[in-house]
C-alpha cells in the first residue's frame, strides 16, 4: 500500500486566492459589463527588454548548428551568467566566490527546496502577515506542528509585523533555528534598513541560526540606507543564503530563472554539534535533483547585465516603481494610512472605518470595479488591510484611482 505524505494534507485545500477568484466571478454575473481593474496582481505585465528577446534568439539559433549546440547546463549555471552576477555583487561592494551561486529556475522553487537540506526538528519563524509559501513549505515538510485554534501552526514562530512595528517583522524573544525574511517585504511593501537588518544577522550569528533572505525585489531599493543584498551586513556570509529572482526585475514571471547565494563560511550542524557547510549538502542536493536551467533563458538573463540590458531592465523597474507611487501618494492624500511603495511595488494600507480586509475588498469591487488583495489572506495580522500593487499598466492604475476618490 503506497503511503501518502500527509503533511501535504495539511495545507488548505481551497487556496485564499481562489476566494478572489469567486468572489470576482460573482461580481461578473451580476455585472457583465463593468470594467474590472485588477490592483491586486503580484505578477509583472509588462513584456520582456528588448536586449534579452535579442539574446535569446540568438541563443536558439545557436542551439540548431551542430558547432554551437549545447546540451546539459553546468549543473550551478553557465560561468558567462555566474560571472555577471558576481560583478553586480563587487558593484554593490560584496565580494562571493563563484562556487557559492546556484542559477536556478525561479525564487520559488528554492525557498521550497531548501527544506530538503535542513534538519526535520529545526523551529522555522516567519513573519504575519507573509508571503505564504514560506509558510506553506514548512507546514509540506512536516515542520509546522499542529494547527491551532487561533489558526496558527504549533511548531512555528510567528514574527509580529504589525502597526505598531512599522510592518517590518520584529525580532522574536525565544530562539527560532531558521528565519525567513523578505526585504524589500511582499505583502507589505516595507523595507529593513542595514541597522535593522543588522540586528538579524547578529541574532543569528548569537543562536546558530540561518536567515533565509528573499531578495526578489532587490531591484526597487530606492533608498540608500537599504541595503541590496543582505550581505552588505557584516557577518552575514556565516548565516544567510540569499535567494533571487530576474522574475520582479526583468519580467522572467513566464520564462523562469533565478539564483541562490550559499557562502562557504555557512554552517548548520549535526545532532552532536559538529558545524557542516550547508553548500556542501545543497551542492549534493542540485547535482542529484536539477539539470539546470535552460541555455537559452541563460543566455536571455546574461543579457540583462549588458549595458542596453539594464538600461532596458531598470526603465521596466521604474515604471512599476512610478505606478506604486502614483498610488502610495494617492491613498495618502486621501488619508488612508499607507506603508510601503517607496523601495516596493507593494502599497499596503488600512482600510477605512475599520472595515475587514473582505468586507473592503467587495466595496471596493461593487463600488469602483477594482480588485485588491485583502490583507488577511497573508495571515491574521493582515486583517483590516489591503494590498494594491504597482504591476498594472499606468493608464489602468490611473483609472482605478480615480474611480477611489470618487467614493472615498
Ligand atoms: C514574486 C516573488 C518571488 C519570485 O518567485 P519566482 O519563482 O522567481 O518567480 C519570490 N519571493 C517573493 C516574496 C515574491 O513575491
Known amino acids: 500500500m503506497a503511503l501518502a505524505n500527509e503533511n501535504y494534507l495539511k495545507t488548505p485545500e481551497i487556496y485564499c486566492f481562489d476566494e478572489i477568484e469567486k468572489r470576482v466571478n460573482a461580481f461578473k454575473v451580476l455585472h457583465p459589463d463593468a470594467k474590472i481593474i485588477r490592483l491586486g496582481v503580484g505578477d509583472v505585465t509588462r513584456p520582456l527588454p528588448p536586449e534579452v528577446i535579442l539574446s535569446m534568439h540568438k541563443a536558439l539559433d545557436e542551439m540548431g548548428q551542430v558547432e554551437t549546440f549545447k546540451g546539459y547546463s553546468p549543473p550551478q549555471g553557465y560561468d558567462f551568467l555566474i560571472d555577471k552576477i558576481l560583478k553586480e555583487y563587487r558593484s554593490i561592494g560584496v565580494s562571493l566566490d563563484k562556487e557559492s551561486v546556484f542559477v536556478n529556475d525561479g525564487a520559488k522553487s528554492d525557498i521550497g527546496n531548501i527544506g530538503h537540506v535542513l534538519g526535520r526538528d529545526n523551529i522555522i519563524a516567519i513573519s504575519d502577515p507573509v508571503y505564504p509559501v514560506y509558510e506553506n513549505a514548512t507546514i509540506m515538510s512536516g515542520r509546522a506542528g499542529e494547527l491551532t485554534d487561533e489558526q496558527k501552526w504549533s511548531n512555528v514562530v510567528y514574527l509580529r509585523c504589525t502597526e505598531e512595528t512599522g510592518f517590518v517583522p520584529e525580532l522574536p524573544t525565544e530562539k527560532v533555528d531558521v528565519i525567513y525574511l523578505c526585504n524589500p517585504n511582499n505583502p507589505t511593501g516595507t523595507v529593513m534598513t542595514k541597522t535593522e537588518l543588522k540586528h538579524w544577522v547578529d541574532y543569528a550569528i548569537e543562536h546558530q541560526s540561518i536567515i533565509i533572505y528573499d531578495g526578489a525585489y532587490q531591484a526597487y531599493v530606492n533608498e540608500p540606507n537599504v541595503p541590496r543584498s543582505i550581505y552588505e551586513i557584516k557577518g552575514a556570509k556565516k548565516v544567510a543564503i540569499e535567494i533571487r529572482s530576474y522574475s520582479k526585475t526583468a519580467g522572467f514571471t513566464g520564462l523562469r530563472c533565478g539564483y541562490s547565494v550559499f557562502p562557504q563560511e555557512l554552517q548548520v550542524y549535526t545532532k552532536l ?23 537559452i533563458v541563460q543566455r536571455g538573463a546574461e543579457a540583462i547585465y549588458s549595458r542596453k540590458g539594464k538600461v532596458e531592465t531598470k526603465e521596466l523597474v521604474n515604471y512599476y516603481l512610478t505606478n506604486a507611487s502614483l ?11 499607507v506603508y510601503g511603495g ?9 482600510t477605512p472605518e475599520h472595515l475587514s480586509s473582505w468586507k473592503f475588498f467587495d466595496q471596493l469591487l461593487y463600488e469602483c470595479h477594482i480588485v485588491g488583495t485583502p490583507g ?16 498594472g499598466s499606468r493608464e489602468n492604475t490611473l483609472i482605478s484611482l480615480e474611480k477611489l476618490r470618487k467614493i472615498i
Open 327 to 337: 498610488i502610495r501618494n494617492e491613498l495618502l492624500s486621501l488619508g488612508f494610512e
Open 273 to 295: 554539534g559538529e558545524g557542516v557547510p550547508l553548500i556542501k549538502l545543497w551542492s549534493r542536493r542540485n547535482a542529484n535533483y536539477t539539470n539546470g536551467v535552460s541555455y
Open 342 to 350: 517607496i523601495s516596493s511595488p507593494y502599497v499596503w494600507f488600512k
Open 376 to 391: 488577511i489572506v497573508f495571515g491574521s495580522s493582515g486583517e483590516g488591510y489591503m494590498r494594491f500593487t504597482g504591476f
